[in-house]
């Protein structure tokens, strides 16, 4: 098939893209997206006034109503300029830079910045020091929100507290060493062993938080400086947040690139897909595994197979970021594309969240800015193809972004998941709130929380009924979370409790 010619205006590019990092002043998020975003403008001085659209990522440490209008006057971007800020979730960037690149491919954008950034450091240390936290201008009208902006988790596991990303992708990661027939101790071995190349990646990057290099041992085993926080995680496998870290990616035509005098930097946008898993992780039918990453992977490789005009699939992929909150994301991302743990290519481009850092909802764009840095390296006219995936909640929310260092025959090409989401979605499992009498139920996946001393905290189950309901459940009493906390917890995957009637309680099985 020969490949049409595509009109220049209609071809998406990344053109360039801005990062930065503060470790002693104190700064705001504006002001870390002020210096990602101006240098980025340095390598594209020309592009600075036809910018369209400012995108901004939601900012977990909150600056204040409008943070895209406060960047925008700050970048002495015109009036005229749209502004707006996303919902929660660290897929949004990938999703940014696929919504622009459809744009720009109907014909409908040319040029436009997404930035983001967090400074939890240095919301901490205001704390710390008795200082105003950072409120920005609050006169300001609040920017417009785009985006998903469903909850994370419902009633279920509200009741429960089962909301906080640490407690909960243990629970997935109970699964996952539940299926793989390890006990906790030697599933954390495991662990270190597939997150310690993430470590040596992170060594190497300039912008990456924590610049050592770790064995997987160090990472694994339990030390007063290495808590396990929630079991099987130590500290050293989940995602840091207490950096100052910003990224921003400027997205635009071919042409308004060759007006501008830079086309020579393009990295071409090739395809963009989305999904989301179950929204409730109590609904799941299986906890361990993601659907929402399986059909937005078969969806993007289809769509750049259509792109190139050929069969395209991860085995022509040079180069990845797997978005890397902790082990149980990356694993299930790994089923989910075929990929193994090891992969020669390695799993990430920045050195993955626990060690570059997780700078809130913001982390993808540092992953699709040095993705994209990386294919701009070199020379040739070999096609070379990188992959980004980003992820929010709790492995519930996926974008994901094929990139490529030529552009694609037959122009970028977005792919279509409605009718596996519409499956998706209906795979739900019901969840009862409560029962009337008590119950056996089987577990589905369990996990402990842990004091800084090592004491375990809570932990939270979810359990099957004998009709096939779920239910999500925290312990009767202070008894079930010390005998819990000397369970051996993958080993109570597929085993009893007894679920309570009324609140969603549950009591250890005898043995």
């Given at each position: 098939m020969t490949p049409p010619l595509i009109d220049p205006e209609r071809i998406p590019v990344v053109i360039a893209s801005g990062q930065c990092l503060e470790r002693e002043a104190?700064?705001?998020?504006?002001?870390?997206?002020?210096?990602?975003?101006?240098?980025?403008?340095?390598?594209?001085?020309?592009?600075?006034?036809?910018?369209?659209?400012?995108?901004?990522?939601d900012i977990m440490t909150k600056s204040g109503p409008a943070p895209a209008t406060e960047l925008a006057d700050r970048l002495g971007l015109g009036a005229d300029v749209a502004k707006e800020v996303t919902t929660v979730g660290g897929n949004t960037p990938q999703w940014l830079v696929s919504r622009a690149a459809t744009e720009i491919a109907a014909g409908t954008l040319s040029v436009t910045l997404i930035a983001g950034a967090e400074a939890i450091r240095s919301s901490r240390a205001r704390r710390t020091q008795?200082?105003?936290?950072?409120?920005?201008?609050?006169?300001?009208?609040?920017?417009?929100?785009?985006?998903?902006?469903?909850?994370?988790?419902?009633?279920?596991?509200?009741?429960?507290?089962?909301?906080?990303?640490?407690?909960?992708y243990p629970l997935f990661e109970s699964v996952l060493a539940s299926r793989a027939g390890h006990d906790a101790?030697?599933?954390?071995?495991?662990?270190?062993?597939?997150?310690?190349?993430?470590?040596?990646?992170?060594?190497?990057?300039?912008?990456?938080?924590?610049?050592?290099?770790?064995?997987?041992?160090?990472?694994?085993t339990p030390t007063p400086d290495n808590r396990i926080v929630c079991e099987p995680y130590t500290k050293r496998m989940t995602a840091f947040l207490g950096s100052d870290q910003s990224a921003a990616l400027m997205v635009c035509s071919l042409a308004a690139a060759t007006r501008a005098g830079v086309a020579d930097r393009a990295v071409f946008v090739w395809s963009g897909a989305e999904a989301v898993d179950v929204r409730f992780v109590?609904?799941?039918?299986?906890?361990?595994?993601?659907?929402?990453?399986?059909?937005?992977?078969?969806?993007?490789?289809?769509?750049?197979?259509?792109?190139a005009g050929q069969p395209v699939g991860i085995d022509d992929v040079e180069r990845m970021d797997i978005y890397s909150c902790f082990p149980s994301a990356v694993q299930m991302a790994c089923a989910a594309l075929g990929l193994a743990h090891d992969d020669r290519r390695g799993l990430t481009v920045t050195g993955g969240l626990p060690y570059f850092g997780g700078?809130?909802?913001?982390?993808?764009?540092?992953?699709?800015?040095?993705?994209?840095?990386?294919?701009?390296?070199?020379?040739?006219?070999?096609?070379?193809?990188?992959?980004?995936?980003?992820?929010g909640w709790f492995v519930t929310k996926h974008a994901l972004g094929i990139y490529g260092s030529t552009p694609p025959p037959f122009g970028f090409q977005r792919g279509d998941t409605s009718t596996a989401q519409s499956d998706i979605d209906a795979s739900a499992i019901d969840v009862a709130?409560?029962?009337?009498?008590?119950?056996?139920?089987?577990?589905?996946?369990?996990?402990?929380?842990?004091?800084?001393?090592?004491?375990?905290?809570?932990?939270?189950?979810?359990?099957?009924?004998?009709?096939?309901?779920?239910?999500?459940?925290?312990?009767?009493?202070?008894?079930?979370?010390?005998?819990?906390?000397?369970?051996?917890?993958?080993?109570?995957?597929?085993?009893?409790?007894?679920?309570?009637?009324?609140?969603?309680?549950?009591?250890?099985?005898?043995?």
């Open positions: 104190l700064v705001t998020p504006v002001e870390l997206m002020e210096r990602a975003c101006e240098a980025l403008l340095a390598d594209v001085p020309r592009l600075r006034d036809r910018i369209e659209r400012l995108s901004v990522v008795g200082l105003p936290r950072d409120e920005g201008r609050t006169e300001l009208a609040p920017d417009p929100q785009v985006g998903d902006d469903l909850p994370g988790f419902g009633p279920a596991e509200l009741a429960v507290a089962m909301l906080a990303p640490v407690h909960v101790a030697a599933h954390r071995q495991v662990l270190g062993e597939l997150m310690a190349p993430f470590t040596s990646v992170a060594a190497a990057n300039p912008y990456a938080w924590f610049r050592e290099e770790r064995s997987g041992a160090e990472i694994a109590a609904s799941r039918p299986d906890p361990g595994r993601s659907p929402g990453i399986e059909a937005a992977g078969a969806a993007l490789f289809a769509s750049a197979s259509a792109a700078p809130g909802n913001n982390y993808t764009t540092h992953g699709i800015a040095t993705l994209c840095d990386l294919l701009r390296e070199g020379s040739g006219t070999d096609t070379r193809l990188g992959l980004a995936t980003g992820l709130a409560s029962i009337d009498a008590p119950e056996a139920a089987t577990v589905v996946a369990a996990t402990v929380w842990r004091d800084n001393d090592g004491t375990a905290a809570g932990a939270p189950v979810i359990a099957r009924l004998a009709d096939g309901r779920h239910m999500a459940l925290a312990p009767a009493d202070d008894d079930v979370v010390t005998a819990m906390g000397a369970t051996d917890v993958p080993g109570l995957v597929g085993g009893s409790v007894i679920v309570q009637a009324g609140e969603p309680r549950y009591r250890l099985a005898e043995r």
